[in-house]
């Protein structure tokens, strides 16, 4: 696509409940990257991939978030046993390799009720 | 660690006024600094960026320069449309930091201009 998509747009999820989220890079691009946007703040970084590679993850909250991208494209962010606090914007970017300008999706807004 | 600090909103101007947005950064290392803008209902855009000192970003009218002594990059634009109307955020990367190459964004300005 022309574009770096997320799905879906928009996510319910009663607490408790697992959760994941899409993100199909723009193709041919190396990095990827998860930030997290709380209502009215700005993202914040939570994990980085080069091709299939995690190589940051520093950013993950808790060890109920994961993130897989296991063929260097599509990436899935993963929240288990969710809770009120994860509700948020989940922003996935591509750039196509380091140092260079990341594309960012329309994101995913998670409400946990 | 490295944070930007970005003038709080909702910043409300009439059209064709002078706009400024004011950006603090505290970084270890040589950032880069960058410009991002969300119009309604769409995703996060690169509007300009800056990779050293002294360095003059301008992208649509916009400007903001690198100054490392002030470690400020103020948003500027000499007379805003309404098509300008967006949230505007701030950010920094550490080139040298390690593979991440992250970014570290304020916490956006809202900018609303009236016709």
């Known amino acids: 696509g022309a574009g770096v998509s997320q799905s879906p747009r928009y996510k319910v999820a009663k607490r408790g409940q697992d959760v994941a989220l899409r993100c199909d890079p723009i193709s041919g691009h190396v990095s990827l990257f998860w930030y997290q946007q709380a209502l009215g703040q700005g993202p914040e970084f939570l994990t980085y991939f080069q091709n299939e590679a995690q190589l940051d993850k520093s950013g993950l909250p808790s060890d109920r978030f994961f993130a897989e991208r296991p063929e260097g494209s599509v990436s899935t962010l993963k929240i288990q046993r969710t809770q009120q606090e994860d509700s948020a914007v989940y922003l996935c970017a591509s750039s196509f390799e380091k140092n260079t300008e990341a594309f960012f999706g329309q994101g995913t807004r998670l409400t946990v009720v | 660690g490295d944070s930007v600090t970005q003038m709080e909103g909702p910043v409300t101007l009439s059209e064709e006024a002078f706009l400024t947005i004011n950006c603090t950064y505290t970084a270890t290392g040589y950032p880069s600094l960058f410009w991002y803008v969300q119009y309604p209902g769409e995703g996060l855009q690169l509007l300009l960026k800056?990779?050293?000192?002294?360095d003059k970003g301008s992208n649509k009218g916009f400007e903001a320069t690198y100054r490392k002594e002030t470690t400020s990059f103020h948003l500027e634009k000499g007379s805003v449309q309404v098509s300008d109307s967006a949230v505007y955020f701030c950010?920094?990367?550490?080139?040298?930091?390690?593979?991440?190459?992250?970014?570290?964004f304020g916490t956006g300005t809202l900018l609303a201009v009236q016709p």
């Open positions: 800056a990779t050293k000192a002294d």
């Open positions: 950010a920094l990367s550490d080139r040298g930091g390690g593979a991440t190459n992250k970014l570290i």
